[in-house]
């Protein structure tokens, strides 16, 4: 039995979900060799720390009655460089200008040769290779199939599943909140404004929906997609963006009757990375409904693969980071 102790950094939605993930899946890890410690754990204000390992239950419990997950006053970071630990589970928020907190923890935790597993999206969108080069140089494994497309395992697919083949190119909705909106205007035959509406009421959309709607979100992923999947050198300026609040319910109604959705489509050919509304054939693969998320792979070997999944959710995030976990301490 190999024994890993963990900090959760960050503790919204996501860090939520890893903690019911971990607590859910404690016998499972178990018995596949996996004894699982969670020693610390930081929302923004506060940290409970417990070298034993901490009751996550208690600090779920805490975290909804009171707001916050212990009385520590030590970040995230702090954490990081002061408590043994060897892996780091980082759900802090996305920040795609600076890479934010999350930028600082993973450098803090590569410079300890601490692993790291996240759903952090910022800090890859704009350092990817230099975060790559750090995790290497310090022994650390660096795991982020969280970071794009939520329980679709899209990363994991393109390098196990289909190693030996050759990705050509990659089409697919990398944002199921955009695609909801675009589905309810069809159905409803109502303007956008009505729909985001509707979306921020149902949880589906952010109070401030601009990184879904403008086509933020889906950049970043394809930027972590371009650099992981096809080895580019990309960063969140070398994509082409442009989302979806031009769009009127006559537009999706016109190719409707033509036999299309329109859908917001991120894409990585060649050196192309872009993002903007297409037209889908009806019968095509991609045209998925609600929130799903979608994935095409062009291969050399195997033809199109294509790949559905939930891409939203701290309990289907939180299923990618243990399937990260899982193949770092497996093996």
């Known amino acids: 039995m190999k024994t890993i102790r963990a900090s959760i950094i960050g503790f919204g939605a996501v860090g939520q979900g890893v903690a019911k993930v971990i607590l859910s ?6 018995n596949i060799g996996i004894d699982l410690k969670v020693v610390a754990v930081a929302d923004s204000r506060t940290a409970a720390v417990d070298s034993n390992g901490l009751d996550l239950s208690a600090v ?9 997950v ?5 970040s995230g ?13 980082e759900t802090t928020p996305t920040n795609i200008d600076t890479g934010g907190v999350g930028l600082d923890n993973m450098v803090a935790a590569f410079e300890k040769g601490i692993d790291v597993v996240t759903s952090n999206k910022g800090p890859l969108a704009l350092k990817y290779c230099e975060l790559g080069e750090i995790a290497k140089s310090s022994g650390s494994q660096f795991k982020f199939e969280a970071t794009v497309g939520g329980a679709m395992p899209i990363i994991n697919l393109a390098s196990e599943t289909l190693a030996g083949n050759k990705i050509l190119s990659m089409e697919g909705i990398l944002n199921g909140t955009c695609n909801y909106i675009l589905c309810r205007m069809m159905e409803e035959h109502a303007p956008y404004e009505q729909m985001v509406a509707e979306a921020q009421e149902l949880g589906i959309a952010e109070t401030d929906p601009t990184y879904d709607v403008e086509g933020i979100d889906t950049a970043c992923k394809l930027v972590i997609l371009a650099n992981a999947i096809f ?8 994509v082409t963006v442009t989302g979806i609040t031009k769009i009127t319910p006559e537009a999706l109604l016109m190719a409707h009757n033509d036999g299309y959705d329109i859908k917001l489509i991120g894409e990585v050919s060649g050196s192309k990375i872009n993002v903007a509304p297409k037209l889908v054939p009806k019968d095509n693969p991609l045209a998925v409904g609600g929130t799903l998320n979608v994935a095409s792979l ?16 701290s309990i289907e995030t939180a299923s990618a980071i243990l399937s990260d976990i899982i193949s770092i301490y497996r093996e």
């Open 25 to 30: 899946k404690s016998d499972y890890l178990k």
């Open 60 to 68: 779920l419990s805490r975290k909804t009655e009171q707001g916050t």
């Open 70 to 74: 212990g009385t520590d006053n030590i």
């Open 77 to 89: 970071t702090e954490i990081i460089k002061t408590i043994d630990h060897e892996l780091v589970i």
């Open 231 to 238: 080895g580019m050198n990309a960063t969140y300026k070398d």
């Open 298 to 313: 062009q291969t050399d070997i195997s033809g199109p693969v294509t790949i559905t999944g939930r891409g939203a959710g």
